[in-house]
């Protein structure tokens, strides 16, 4: 495939053209704004992750969240089944560093949809908070606002009717680009699925029905094919692609190379996904910066290290950057290097759930294990 290469001074002319025609949405009728481009936009990407995190409600769990928060950094956060809500919702935005959130509180110990966000990168508006999704305008300077909808279908058939009615009454209304994630408590077909019903084909081609009938388009992802497992032996494993992301038509014009990357599941029987509009480039080899890693306090020579490599001369600032480095080439020798360890083992997670998507095997349960 031959790459093309846009000269600095036709870049320029698109973003002038883009101003201008932006520079005019205040004066056009909405139905008509919705269809004018952005050509050129220099705003960093944002990302979305939704998660059905399945309570949030015990300590392992929260530390699960913050890890995955703080190694992915989406820009929007949906947390679908927390099985709370009020002040714990609160809370947990502020510990993982969100100040914009929009919430539907768990009816008893069930459900709940929480949608966090960064006010600094995007501009949030509620537009519906209903007890199985969540739509959000976001909006940012300069590009076209477009909605958002965190998903959570209940397990209830009749409960499901009502959202599909719902949803499909606002895909008519819509006139904008809109994007849907979540758990959707059905499967498109039976290769989604392996246990469970056996009369599935009747809610697949219902399934499928709707979402033809809003108009919407599912994204490319990467990952494993079923999202969601349970059971820890051939006799009881059950899974299926419970979760998605959808999207209309003027969604999937805006953002052309948007891709979904299903993360491995841990602490939850549902996997993550990560949302890029903009599709996901490859990894840069960016150094990592020097953190303290709280396991160093659990290695009984880590008191000797600090005495014997903290330096005596100097200003503080300069030995303080001569410490961090020595601890880093420790960390590498004693504890053979965390993060590395931590991407391999995601890694074979995530090849075992794969795996596990495609074919049960008893050495690949007990393995995920």
Excluded at 22 to 43: E, K
Excluded at 118 to 144: A, C, M, W
Excluded at 267 to 292: E, T, W
Excluded at 344 to 356: D, F, M, S
Aim: charged share 20%; aromatic share 12%; with cysteine.
């Amino acid at each position: 495939m031959m790459e093309l290469s846009i000269p600095w001074s036709i870049d320029n002319v698109l973003k002038l053209v883009s101003r201008a025609y932006l520079s005019f949405l205040n004066y056009l009728p909405d139905f008509m704004s919705t269809r004018i481009p952005n050509l050129c936009s220099n705003l960093p990407h944002i990302t979305f992750m939704v998660w059905n995190v399945q309570a949030t409600g015990n300590k392992k769990k929260i530390a699960a969240i913050k890890d995955v928060v703080r190694t992915y950094k989406p820009t929007v956060l949906a947390l679908i089944e927390t099985h709370m809500g009020g002040e714990h919702a609160i809370k947990l935005g502020h510990i993982l560093g969100y100040d914009g959130h929009s919430r539907v509180n768990a009816i008893g110990f069930s459900g709940s949809i929480w949608i966090y966000w960064k006010t600094d990168i995007v501009t949030v508006n509620p537009v519906n908070e209903h007890q199985q999704f969540i739509t959000i305008e976001i909006s940012r300077n300069g590009e076209l606002p477009w909605f958002f909808s965190g998903v959570y279908a209940s397990p209830d058939p009749l409960n499901r009717t009502e959202l599909w009615a719902d949803l499909e009454n606002f895909s008519r209304k819509n006139n904008r680009p809109w994007l849907l994630a979540g758990d959707f408590n059905e499967t498109r077909s039976l290769n989604e699925r392996h246990g469970g019903d056996v009369n599935m084909a009747r809610r697949c081609e219902r399934f499928n029905n709707w979402i033809e009938n809003c108009d919407l388009i599912e994204l490319d992802f990467t990952g494993a094919t079923h999202t969601w497992a349970r059971g820890n032996s051939v006799e009881t494993r059950q899974s299926a692609r419970l979760d998605r992301a959808l999207c209309n038509a003027d969604w999937g014009t805006l953002f052309v190379d948007a891709m979904v990357r299903l993360l491995p599941a841990f602490q939850s029987d549902h996997c993550p996904l990560l949302i890029s509009p903009n599709g996901f480039g490859p990894l840069n080899a960016v150094r990592r910066p020097f953190r303290f890693q709280a396991c160093w306090l659990t290695h009984e020579k880590f008191q000797e290290f600090l005495n014997d490599n903290w330096p005596s001369n100097g200003i503080f600032p300069a030995r303080l950057e001569c410490l961090s480095r020595k601890l880093q080439d420790w960390n590498s020798e004693v504890f053979g290097d965390i993060f590395k360890r931590k991407n391999k083992l995601l890694a074979r997670i995530t090849g075992c759930q794969r795996e596990l998507s495609r074919v049960r095997q008893r050495y690949l349960i007990k393995l995920e294990d």
